[in-house]
């Protein structure tokens, strides 16, 4: 399991820590509650999430180099592509493997389980 805490931007899995930017830990969230409503996450959802402030100046490359970087730290803790594109569909989390939510720092360990 996959535990994220957006407050402090950590990932984390077995051992393995990785920090986020702000927004990184925007997209992971975004993803992770797309992924609980069973849908994609558009192009259009997620720039108003991660930059609800800048919508009109935000390009395609802005958001495929924020997902570049997401990727390339998900990578760090998981063998699997967690983030997969769908042509003209959005962004969705991919694998089996669960992504939770932790409602108190990490060292708790205490979480909300979106998987089911």
Known sequence: MIF???????????????????????????????????????????????????EQCIDNGNIVQLVFLLRKKLSQITNQTMILNLFKRGYYLNGDEPVSFTLYPLCFLKHVDFSK
């Open 4 to 54: 994220f805490n957006k407050n402090s931007g950590i990932l984390m899995r077995d051992k393995h820590i990785v920090y986020l930017t702000q927004k990184e830990s925007e997209l992971m969230s975004a993803l992770i509650l797309s992924k609980a409503r069973r849908s994609f996450l558009s192009r259009q959802e997620l720039v108003q999430f991660v930059w609800s402030d800048k």
